[in-house]
């Protein structure tokens, strides 16, 4: 028979993984609303025309990475390979901006890039992201890089650093575009077969090429920062100044350019000091509400690629210990013990029961391999006197509770 596999770049969470990923979604969450964010949860499948429109035609996720299908109507559906765009939709379609000045969202759920799976590259992955619209002063940008922070510190992930640059607005852009396309063009038997594509479709992509040959001429192309108008100079200069302010752990990389096409401004990526791997990305895209057919509102956000956090946290939560493990021995005991197991869910206490029958020390062998701290044994025999045993697994004691006492008992020996 054919046994099913997933599917090449798909991955099962197990529960002992879980725990770590339910810690990481609620520090975020936590943060965010203490930021006054609020939760918007938007669809998994768009018009794909959106990404384009949103993400860019010619970047690699819109040519490459996108998973395509056409419904039984014959629309054109993608899967979505990031939010920020499905959240822009929303913000236009629900004209979210006619009822306040700043909207501050944060989503959390799974992405999909049809990429080639490595390390920390999945082609299921999960986001938690946030985006603020409505605000074009660079502390909304440093509130955005302030969340990661404060984040990242509590879940005690210490040594990251922010890269951070400004691709300025789309004059200055636009102008950094024709002056590195020349330069390209001028050294363009150097350049890697990918980026003398690039060249002509989106030669800021070619900043980021791994290629030895194409790094090797980036080392003399003009900065970025360069070409900033007053504006745009002075909105990265408030930035930089709050970051020195609040002690934001950044260094300035002006050949950081993002995958993504609607980046204006401000534009970031944190990375774990000693990998060269992106645990999140963010900044500013103040046209993109407008190109998507919304009114000419800026915006600011980041994403975070919960898949990679998830190693980078230690500790390995054992919940299992917080279950009671319910050992009812003949079949009187389960009536009895079902009963009980009822009481004890009532009373928001965890409690699981294995129906089928085994001997005691079966059961507390299992108990004992599955990480249990607390049995509760029930036979015949305890039924007639009333009684319940609670066994502490860690410490080699039990005791005999009556069954009207049971709850109070219990809930005082295993808080
Ligand atoms: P992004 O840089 O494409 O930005 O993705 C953000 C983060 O998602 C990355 O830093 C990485 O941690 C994670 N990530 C991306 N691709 C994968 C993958 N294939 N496997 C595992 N993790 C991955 C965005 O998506 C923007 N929407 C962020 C944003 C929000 N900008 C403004 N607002």
Redesign the pocket.
């Known amino acids: 028979m054919e046994i099913f596999k997933k599917l090449r770049?798909m991955r099962d969470i197990l529960p002992e993984e879980i725990e770590r990923w339910k810690k990481i979604e609620n520090v975020f969450i936590e943060v965010s609303e203490l930021f006054g964010f609020k939760e918007i949860r938007i669809p998994i499948l768009e018009n794909k025309y959106l990404f384009e429109r949103g993400?860019g035609s010619n970047t690699d996720?819109v040519m490459k990475?996108m998973y395509e299908f056409k419904d039984k109507k014959g629309r054109e559906i993608a899967l979505r390979?990031?939010?920020?765009?499905s959240?822009v939709r929303a913000y236009i379609e629900n004209q979210i901006y006619n009822k306040e000045k700043i909207t501050r969202f944060y989503y959390y759920g799974p992405?999909f890039?049809y990429?080639r799976?490595q390390k920390?590259?999945?082609?299921?992955?999960?986001?938690f992201?946030?985006?603020i619209l409505g605000g074009k002063h660079p502390f909304f940008d440093g509130e955005?890089v302030q969340i990661l922070d404060i984040a990242f510190k509590r879940l005690n992930i210490e040594n990251f650093i922010f890269l951070i640059n400004s691709l300025g607005c789309k004059n200055c852009k636009g102008k950094y575009i024709e002056e590195i396309k020349k330069y390209f063009l001028a050294n363009i038997n150097v350049l890697c077969e990918e980026c003398k594509i690039r060249t002509e479709k989106n030669p800021l992509r070619v900043l980021d090429c791994k290629n030895n040959s194409c790094r090797a001429i980036l080392n003399k192309i003009p900065s970025i920062l360069d070409f900033l108008c007053i504006e745009c100079k002075v909105h990265f200069e408030n930035f930089v100044n709050f970051l020195e302010r609040f002690d934001i752990n950044y260094k300035i990389n002006p050949k950081l350019v993002?995958?993504?096409d609607?980046?204006t401004k401000t534009v970031f990526?944190?990375v774990p000091e000693k990998e060269d791997?992106?645990?999140?990305?963010?900044?500013?895209?103040d046209n993109l509400v407008k190109e998507i057919g919304g009114p000419d509102i800026p915006?600011?956000?980041?994403?975070?690629?919960?898949?990679?956090?998830v190693p980078l946290i230690k500790e390995k939560e054992n919940k299992n210990n917080e279950i009671i493990y319910f050992i009812s021995l003949g079949e009187r005991a389960k009536i009895k013990g079902f009963e009980i197991m009822k009481k004890l869910v009532e009373e928001r206490i965890k409690v699981e029961m294995d129906y089928e029958d085994r001997s005691l020390k079966e059961y507390l062998k299992i108990a004992n391999k599955t990480g249990k701290r607390w049995c509760i044994i029930l036979g015949d025999n305890e039924i007639d006197r009333g009684i319940i045993i609670l066994k502490d697994m860690k410490e080699g004691f039990q005791e005999e509770i009556k069954e009207e006492e049971m709850i109070e008992k219990i809930k005082e020996r295993i808080k």
Do not use: C, K, N, W
């Not at 390979?81 to 765009?85: I, K, L, S």
């Not at 920390?120 to 986001?127: D, K």
């Not at 994403?303 to 956090?309: F, H, L, P, Q, S």
């Open positions: 770049g993400i996720v990475e390979p990031e939010a920020t765009a959240v992405m890039r990429d799976p920390g590259r999945y082609r299921q992955f999960y986001q992201g946030i985006e955005s993002r995958g993504l609607y980046y990526e944190v791997i992106a645990i999140a990305g963010g900044g500013r895209y915006a600011v956000g980041f994403a975070v690629g919960i898949d990679r956090i």
